[in-house]
């Protein structure tokens, strides 16, 4: 219960308790004074029968109930000195001004009661607010400790919670924000040296089949070959940021439809057919039964062409890599493997970093293709890993369709 309700039902029981008290006390003293009155009529009839023993008792009940002269009485009684403004009784002036000083103090003591009650919530509540800004003032000081034997159900225990979980949520996305700034100054640095070493190449190779108007053909040819190249290179890296910044922003609506593992394969021998031949390396599929997977077709054929890709850079000719996948009842697993150099041990944890190069990378390599692999298959609901060892070819596996 907040503190708050907690004091005013206590002050709201007191109230009633002395309103209580106050009534019973009332009640005796007018018990006291009734009794008084009835003695005394007691008395003065006694005295009536004994002065007058001839008065019957229907006389003297009217007498009682008021059917007597009251002036004539009244007269009487000024002569002897007794007015409306007296006591007819003397014992019941004591019991009057008892019951009247009785009151008087209850009256008093409640009020005081009631400043009393108020006055220990202010200092609770200033006591609670002491603490609570020391609280605040040791989280300015990077003091984040939660004081768990102290929550209570009172509200500044709940509001020191609240501002301890606001806390904690600003400082881990003043954390979060902090590192993608960092992150963003590596990926920026990284995108700058990625695109400045093929520019300048690029410039380079321009001016001088502008400049040299005697250049031989065929370096003017090779020259023009390279430049190619380059531009090819930067306009791979450009798309696949693109995509991958895409792809982490959330603006890319993933399809979920049935796909033929077959199909993806084949899809993905036909982008890597020129650099298979190229590079003397022979992309297969593995026979076997048709096995169907929830994806987007075009993006996860995207995500294994890189990964091919990838494995054809790393064997050498006359190698081979091979596709496959299989029905393993709870999920379905599609992997990509080759018979080439392999991935140094050192360099197998970070494979799927952005523009992470390993050992064996090759001269051309730009260290994104198996980053944009993993964000796309991840988006899918898959998980992706590698298996590998120095000289012994590598393993690619992706685990889709989790039941």
Same mark, same amino acid.
């Given at each position: 219960?907040?503190?708050?309700?907690?004091?005013?039902?206590i002050?709201l029981?007191l109230?009633? /308790?002395f309103?209580?008290?106050?009534?019973?006390?009332?009640? +005796?003293?007018?018990?006291?004074i009734?009794?008084?009155?009835?003695?005394?009529q007691?008395r003065l %009839?006694?005295?009536?029968?004994? *002065?007058?023993?001839?008065?019957?008792?229907?006389?003297l009940?009217?007498?009682l109930d008021?059917?007597g002269?009251?002036m004539?009485? #009244?007269?009487m009684?000024r002569?002897?000195?007794?007015?409306?403004?007296d006591w007819?009784v003397?014992e019941n002036?004591?019991n009057?001004s008892?019951m009247? =000083?009785?009151c008087?103090?209850?009256?008093?003591a +409640?009020? *005081?009661?009631?400043?009393?009650?108020?006055l220990?919530?202010?200092?609770r509540?200033k006591?609670s !607010?002491?603490?609570?800004?020391d609280?605040?003032t040791? %989280?300015?000081?990077?003091d984040y400790?939660?004081?768990?034997?102290?929550?209570?159900?009172?509200?500044h225990? &709940?509001l020191?919670n609240?501002i301890? #979980?606001?806390?904690?949520?600003?400082?881990?996305?003043?954390?979060?924000?902090?590192?993608?700034?960092?992150?963003?100054?590596d990926s920026l640095s990284?995108i $700058?040296?990625?695109?400045?070493?093929?520019?300048?190449?690029?410039?380079?190779?321009l001016?001088? &089949?502008?400049d040299d108007?005697e250049?031989?053909?065929?370096?003017?040819q090779?020259?023009?070959?390279?430049?190619?190249?380059?531009?090819n290179?930067i306009?791979f890296?450009?798309?696949s940021?693109?995509?991958?910044?895409?792809?982490?922003?959330?603006?890319?609506? +993933? #399809?979920?439809? !049935?796909?033929?593992c077959?199909?993806l394969?084949?899809k993905? =021998?036909?982008n890597?057919a020129v650099?298979?031949?190229i590079?003397?390396? $022979?992309?297969?599929k593995?026979?076997?039964?048709e &096995?169907f997977?929830?994806?987007?077709?075009k993006?996860?054929?995207?995500?294994?062409?890189? %990964?091919?890709k990838?494995?054809?850079?790393h064997t050498?000719?006359?190698?081979k890599v091979t596709?496959?996948?299989?029905? +393993?009842?709870?999920y379905?697993k /599609?992997?990509?493997s080759?018979?080439?150099c392999g &991935?140094?041990? #050192?360099?197998l944890?970070?494979?799927f970093?952005?523009?992470?190069r390993g050992k064996?990378?090759?001269?051309?390599? @730009?260290?994104?293709?198996? *980053?944009? !692999?993993?964000t796309?298959?991840?988006k899918?609901?898959?998980? @992706?890993?590698?298996?590998?060892a120095?000289?012994?070819?590598s393993?690619f596996?992706?685990?889709?369709?989790f039941?």
């Open positions: 219960m907040k503190v708050k309700y907690r004091y005013l039902i002050m029981i109230a009633v /308790l309103a209580a008290g106050g009534t019973v006390v009332i009640n +005796m003293w007018l018990g006291e009734k009794k008084a009155e009835f003695d005394n007691v %009839i006694a005295a009536v029968r004994k *002065a007058y023993p001839e008065v019957s008792d229907e006389e009940l009217k007498v008021g059917e002269d009251e004539q009485t #009244k007269m009684l002569e002897y000195g007794i007015t409306d403004s007819a003397y002036k004591g009057a008892r009247l =000083i009785c008087n103090i209850m009256f008093l +409640m009020p *005081a009661v009631f400043i009393g009650v108020f220990v919530y202010s200092a509540t006591h !607010s002491d603490k609570l800004t609280y605040l040791d %989280i300015n000081r990077g400790t939660l004081l768990v034997n102290e929550n209570t159900e009172d509200e225990s &709940i020191r609240e301890y #979980k606001t806390t904690i949520t600003l400082r881990e996305q003043a954390e979060r924000t902090a590192r993608d700034k960092h992150e963003l100054k990284d $700058s040296h990625q695109l400045k070493t093929p520019l300048t190449s690029m410039i380079i190779m001016d001088q &089949i502008i108007k250049m031989p053909e065929d370096i003017r090779e020259f023009l070959c390279d430049i190619r190249t380059g531009a290179t306009s890296l450009v798309q940021l693109l995509k991958l910044s895409r792809l982490e922003a959330d603006s890319v609506e +993933m #399809k979920e439809e !049935s796909v033929s077959g199909l394969f084949d993905c =021998i036909e890597t650099i298979a031949d590079s003397e390396v $022979s992309v297969e593995q026979p076997g039964e &096995i997977v929830t994806c987007d077709e993006w996860m054929t995207e995500a294994l062409t890189n %990964i091919v990838n494995c054809i850079e050498p000719a006359g190698g596709l496959g996948a299989e029905d +393993m009842g709870l379905k /599609l992997t990509v080759d018979n080439g &991935i140094d041990e #050192k360099d944890p970070h494979i970093e952005r523009f992470y064996n990378s090759g001269e051309n390599s @730009i260290g994104i293709g198996l *980053a944009l !692999s993993k796309i298959i991840e899918q609901g898959g998980f @992706i890993s590698a298996d590998s120095a000289g012994k070819g393993q596996t992706i685990k889709l369709d039941k």
